[in-house]
Nanobody, 117 residues
Framework: QVQLVESGGGLVQPGGSLRLSCEASGLIFWIYHMGWYRQAPGKQRELVAV???????NVADSMKGRFTISRDNTKNTVYLQMNSLKPEDTAVYYC???????????WGQGTQVTVSS
């Protein structure tokens, strides 16, 4: 049974930082592309960042320079370091595991990030 468990969300003031973690189990972690998505109230889920199995990183334009994605294959964990947070970053952040060979997709339960003074 595949599980993706996110942690690290919470309330932070504008300009602050948070580090999200997503620990995966039940899958061969290193063969999956790992990513973060987010969904704000009333909006569609959007890509935040992806870290591929080959080490390529893709970060959404609005978050470039502020957000960094990394992964530790020895710990089956992907991270999202978020700096200079803005109120518009408020959303539920979801971890995603994607297997390109057969388009298999797994999602975590989400973690709430609220940026407010």
């Amino acid at each position: 049974q595949v599980q993706l468990v996110e942690s690290g969300g919470g309330l932070v003031q504008p300009g602050g930082s948070l580090r999200l973690s997503c620990e995966a189990s039940g899958l061969i972690f290193w063969i999956y592309h790992m990513g973060w998505y987010r969904q704000a109230p009333g909006k569609q889920r959007e890509l935040v960042a992806v870290r591929t199995t080959g080490g390529t990183t893709n970060v959404a334009d609005s978050m470039k320079g502020r957000f960094t994605i990394s992964r530790d294959n020895t710990k089956n964990t992907v991270y999202l370091q978020m700096n200079s947070l803005k109120p518009e970053d408020t959303a539920v952040y979801y971890c995603n595991a994607y297997l390109p060979s057969n388009s298999r997709n797994y999602w975590g339960q989400g973690t709430q990030v609220t940026v407010s003074s």
